[in-house]
């Protein structure tokens, strides 16, 4: 694990320019905290490869990057895991080729030179990588298939900068600061966070998940997709013969995982995901698991208890940590490490639990991603049964549609926003049920800065992706547009800030290929019965206690409306609403007013304040503060 960054001049026979060299070292300094324990930089005729090394296998120099292949015609800085790199390496070794380390990363050079293209369908991993091939001139950045790793580019004056994180291109070239996109803030607001390939600046792009780019000096980066999850098909078999394929599939995948020649552990937070992962360590491992968890002051916000359920199973090495109010603190320097607004409170929690567990360990496995691809969240049930709005008659849908929303006033507000968005189709409807600010509740929100935009952009988003999708049904599409947008961009992104802020490296069983296009291909009657999970549940039954097995989903994030209400309302209040807030013109002082007075009636809102907080702490670091500099 580790980070990267580089430069190639448009211009290779003039070579890199010193600013532009000096820009590389910047980047490098920036992200030292991914990888504390080497640096490296190679330089060729127009291009810089830089590497920050966090060293997990083969911790001898020989893994120090940037790496070669024999004849130096191939260089590359690789940032990630490549789970299968011994029988890679062995067919390379057979073929003829010299390897000259243990290191996973090194086979990628000689897979390149075998295959070209092709080189990325063959790694399993997570992994963001630049390879320079001097013969055929050209640069090659490739991401991960479920987008475990970032990897950011831009261009600037005289030629394309990338970078492991955004904030490292924004402030290496101070000379070319970025333009904020305010349509980018606009999808923020709908979903906080900034989908990809956009960031919150224009001319600087996520390189989205499974996909290469193949750039030769001077040209424009054009992303080609090399990998989709294979949703139109169905697997057959009864429901124990997958379950135990399941359970077999999940095995293997923790087994791999497991391989490292630095301390590993494991996030436990008690829910059924993480309690998994670490049952199948437990059994794989010849040592008590080191078990991490995260709880909160008010027994009513935490699930401490639960985690130590599992804990006292499975004998672990247990450790805990209690986050309090006060220590929101660190706001300020989460959103500098992800360098534009991310409004998911459980960033908060994550950065805490990373920082404790990398005082033990240096790899922690984790059990994110289940619910993308075992449909684990609370909305998808309303989403499969708004779809059948769609095949009711023309004439009886706006009855139903009245009647829904006005049952929702004594329900819920969100099922008023879906009873509005039932005639957006599925897309729609889907935003309603995720969404932050609704399109109707950016308009009262936004003040003169935002007028020009148009709040209906990730509509269109999530309908242009929905349209494409291949698979058969409602819960299978949201499930594929989840793995696109919400676990990359939010659920990856988060952890991968909070890990590598810390010099951890955080492995993830449930986004195995072998699970992900195993679970993709499941029909829905299996996936989803009363509750999410269903297969999951089935095929882990024996190892999860029974209390975790049949409790509702909780989600991590921060106990907001407590929080907001008791402790932090009066300073989000004071940021929101001074002086330097409203000359910014974004949002309407009388709207977050109103949001506020909703909070003090108990009415909610707690989470639309954070993501408006979140947003104003980031414009004071990258915009009002670079401006002063």
Request: hydrophobic share 45%.
């Amino acid at each position: 694990m580790c980070g990267i960054a580089g430069f190639m001049a448009d211009d290779a026979s003039a070579g890199v320019h010193p600013d532009d060299d000096a820009a590389v070292k910047r980047m490098l300094d920036a992200i030292a905290h991914r990888g504390p324990d080497a640096e490296g930089i190679w330089r060729a005729a127009g291009v810089v490869l830089g590497h920050r090394r966090l060293s997990i296998i083969d911790l001898s120099a020989d893994g120090n990057q940037p790496i070669a292949n024999e004849d130096g015609a191939v260089t590359g800085v690789i940032n990630g895991e490549i789970y299968d790199f011994e029988p890679i390496r062995a067919d390379l070794v057979a073929k003829g080729h010299t390897l000259r380390s243990r290191s996973d990363s090194e086979v990628v050079l000689h897979l390149w030179e075998d295959l070209g293209e092709g080189f990325v369908q063959r790694i399993h991993g997570m992994f963001a990588l630049a390879l320079w091939d001097a013969r055929r001139r050209v640069l090659v950045l490739a991401r991960d298939r479920s987008g475990k790793k970032p990897l950011f580019y831009r261009r600037t004056r005289r030629g394309l900068a990338f970078a492991s994180e955004l904030h490292a291109l924004v402030r290496a070239f101070p000379d070319e600061r970025p333009a904020v996109d305010l349509s980018a803030v606009d999808e923020y607001l709908s979903l906080q966070y900034v989908p990809a390939p956009r960031t919150v600046y224009r001319g600087i792009f996520k390189l989205p998940p499974a996909t290469l780019a193949v750039i030769a000096p001077g040209a424009e980066p054009f992303p080609q997709r090399y990998w989709s999850r294979p949703c139109g098909e169905t697997v057959s078999g009864s429901e124990d013969d997958l379950a135990r394929e399941l359970r077999g599939l999940l095995d293997g995948a923790v087994r791999r995982r497991m391989v490292a020649d630095v301390p590993l552990g494991a996030f436990l937070s008690g829910g059924v995901d993480s309690s998994v992962i670490v049952a199948l360590m437990a059994r794989a491992s010849t040592r008590p698991v080191k078990t991490f968890s995260i709880g909160f002051p008010d027994a009513d916000d935490s699930e401490l208890e639960y985690a130590r359920l599992v804990a006292t199973r499975y004998g672990t090495d247990h450790h805990e940590l209690v986050v309090a109010p006060e220590m929101t603190t660190v706001l300020r320097e989460i959103v500098d490490h992800h360098g534009e607004p991310f409004g998911d409170s459980s960033a908060v929690a994550t950065w805490y639990l990373a920082r404790m567990t990398r005082a033990h360990v240096t790899v922690a496995l984790s059990g994110d991603a289940s619910d993308e691809n075992f449909a684990g969240y609370k909305r998808y049930n309303p989403a499969r049964l708004a779809s059948a709005f769609d095949r009711l008659p023309t004439r009886v849908q706006p009855l139903v549609q009245a009647a829904l929303g006005f049952m929702g006033r004594a329900i819920h507000p969100d099922v008023v926003d879906l009873a509005r968005s039932l005639d957006e189709g599925e897309a729609g409807r889907y935003l309603a049920l995720l969404g932050h600010f609704s399109a109707m509740d950016k308009q009262r929100l936004y003040g003169p800065a935002m007028a020009a935009v148009d709040p209906r952009t990730t509509l269109r988003r999530f309908a242009d992706s929905l349209a494409v999708s291949r698979a058969p049904d409602c819960l299978r599409r949201l499930l594929d547009l989840d793995f696109q947008t919400y676990l990359p961009d939010d659920i990856n992104a988060k952890v991968d800030i909070a890990a590598m802020s810390h010099a951890l490296e955080v492995r993830c069983p449930f986004l195995d290929t072998a699970v992900v296009e195993f679970a993709a291909r499941l029909p829905s009657a299996v996936q989803v019965r009363w509750r999410g999970k269903h297969l999951l549940r089935k095929a882990v039954d024996d190892l999860v206690p029974r209390e975790i097995l049949q409790r509702s989903k909780r989600g991590f994030g921060l106990p907001l409306t407590r929080w907001m209400t008791r402790d932090l309302g009066a300073m989000a209040r004071d940021l929101l609403l001074d002086q330097t807030a409203r000359a910014r013109g974004v949002l309407s002082p009388v709207a977050v007013e109103a949001l506020f007075a909703d909070l003090d009636a108990g009415r909610g809102g707690a989470d639309r304040l954070w993501t408006l907080l979140v947003l104003e702490t980031w414009f004071r670091a990258f915009v009002d503060d670079a401006g002063r500099a």
